[in-house]
């Protein structure tokens, strides 16, 4: 059991890395007052298609390892409870 514990303690390393990584890799996405002066619309080709960019991409994966860290972190924590 210990081998076990040790596994998912570098795993969640791994992926709490990852999170940092890609979070640093993310470009801003506030657009401010700019968008807002000029009335720039949202209904483009791009927006349509953001989640096939590399930022789209980016964003998600963030979120699946967020989620997997969260289940990790529920899970470690069980298991060093007993």
């Known amino acids: ?3 076990a ?4 303690v570098v ?4 992926i709490a890395l990852a ?12 657009s401010g007052l700019s968008s807002t002066i000029t009335g720039s619309s949202t209904n483009n080709f791009y927006e349509k298609n953001k989640g096939r ?3 789209g991409k980016q964003k998600r994966w963030t979120v699946i390892l967020s ?3 969260v289940v990790l972190t529920i899970v470690v924590g069980i298991l060093y409870m007993a």
């Not at 514990?5 to 998912?8: A, D, F, M, V």
């Open 19 to 30: 999170i940092i990584i890609l979070t640093l890799l993310q470009s801003k996405e506030d």
């Open 11 to 14: 795993i969640y390393f791994i």
């Open 5 to 8: 514990k040790w596994i998912l």
């Open 53 to 55: 960019t590399k930022e």
């Open 1 to 3: 059991m210990e081998i």
């Open 67 to 69: 989620i997997i860290f």
